[in-house]
């Protein structure tokens, strides 16, 4: 384990730093995209948390919002721009699926506005429970201590653990992570993991007057139980990480039926597309090429796995350089592999071989 410690099991707790880090940006924009529809938009740096985007949907008298952000502090945040906007009350507050970075503000908005309804795929509900419960207790009282112990221990001697000397380089990126794992265990060891009080299985339609706002399931493809919120009247779409920009998330994913998924997401109505984390598309040019990346990684494990490759001769077999240039190019090629490609080919050959995934 090396002094930025393991990724978080149920999602990206850090964009990890794979090369310099530029200078913060501001943390978020919001951005209007029609009549009361406003997009909290997350700019992450690499070697900070890894947070979501934010859709708000201001009705005549309430509130609904997707998605909730990793910590409290950018839940409060997302809280205060809220009351900027309207005096009216969050009535739902809709998690895409059950990735920590999407849902772990979800407290805040319960002590906001007590009555909240808090939607969730059944799948999301039961993973939050299962897994994500024992799993941030497990880092709270383990892996972010320990994490922290050896990025200090890095910065204090100047040495990281393999014996190596921490470069300049390293120093402002070990800096940057050390104050992410301390945040991050002051903020969330006071805070409850707030499962749905309401699933959806399929479809649910809420309507707002002339407004009808979507909550569909789709199909898998980031996770087991991926949500998406389709307004039809203003042509917007808000995927979470089936559709992550400019480079997907692919861990645990289920690479076999993300294809089809993303299908059926591109046949809604929709001219504005709010992923789960990156910057708000006008057309679908991108979820395009993303189909073909998955289609091309599926193709290529299957083509192993029917050879008898393991998984660690699979990764070596799958060549996915022809796409690179379509996220990031040469000097992505870190963040591509850390990101999609090593999960990726996992989880499909853990799929093609055992018929699932494999969740940790």
């Not at 289609?295 to 290529?300: A, G, K, L, P």
């Amino acid at each position: 384990m090396t002094e930025l410690g393991r990724s978080v099991a149920s999602s990206l707790l850090l964009l990890f730093a794979l090369g310099p880090t530029a200078a913060p940006a501001a943390s978020y924009e919001m951005q209007e995209l029609a009549e009361g529809v406003w997009a909290m938009v997350r700019r992450v740096e690499p070697g900070d948390v890894s947070d979501s985007n934010v859709l708000i949907v201001v009705n005549e008298a309430d509130v609904v919002v997707v998605d909730s952000g990793i910590l409290p502090s950018s839940a409060r945040e997302a809280v205060a721009e809220i009351r900027k906007l309207t005096p009216s009350p969050v009535s739902t507050l809709i998690n895409t699926h059950w990735h920590s970075d999407h849902h772990y503000g979800n407290q805040v908005y319960r002590e906001a506005y007590p009555e909240v309804e808090i939607v969730q795929h059944s799948r999301t509900r039961e993973l939050v429970i299962e897994r994500d419960v024992p799993s941030l207790r497990e880092n709270l009282d383990e892996e972010y201590p320990q994490a922290i112990e050896r990025l200090r221990e890095a910065l204090e001697t100047g040495v990281r653990s393999t014996g190596e000397a921490v470069t300049e380089e390293e120093r402002e990126r070990f800096t940057r992570t050390l104050g992410v794992y301390e945040a991050f265990l002051e903020q969330m060891g006071s805070t409850p993991i707030v499962p749905g009080t309401f699933t959806v299985s399929d479809r649910f339609v809420l309507h707002r007057g002339e407004r009808a706002i979507e909550i569909r399931f789709l199909g898998r493809g980031n996770t087991p139980g991926d949500l998406v919120v389709h307004l039809p009247g203003e042509g917007i779409v808000a995927t979470g990480d089936l559709v992550v920009h400019p480079i997907p998330f692919a861990f645990y994913s289920h690479l076999g039926e993300w294809p089809d998924t993303l299908r059926a997401l591109r046949a809604l109505d929709a001219g504005t597309i709010l992923p789960g984390h990156g910057e708000v598309m006008r057309d679908w040019s991108y979820v395009d090429r993303l189909v073909e990346l998955l289609e091309s990684t599926w193709r290529q494990v299957e083509a192993a796995v029917t050879s008898g490759l393991d998984l660690e001769a699979t990764r070596a077999a799958v060549d996915l350089d022809p796409f690179l240039a379509s996220y990031g190019g040469e000097a992505a090629r870190e963040t591509f592999r850390y990101l999609y490609l090593d999960p990726a080919v996992e989880a499909a050959w853990s799929e093609q071989t055992s018929g699932e995934p494999r969740i940790e």
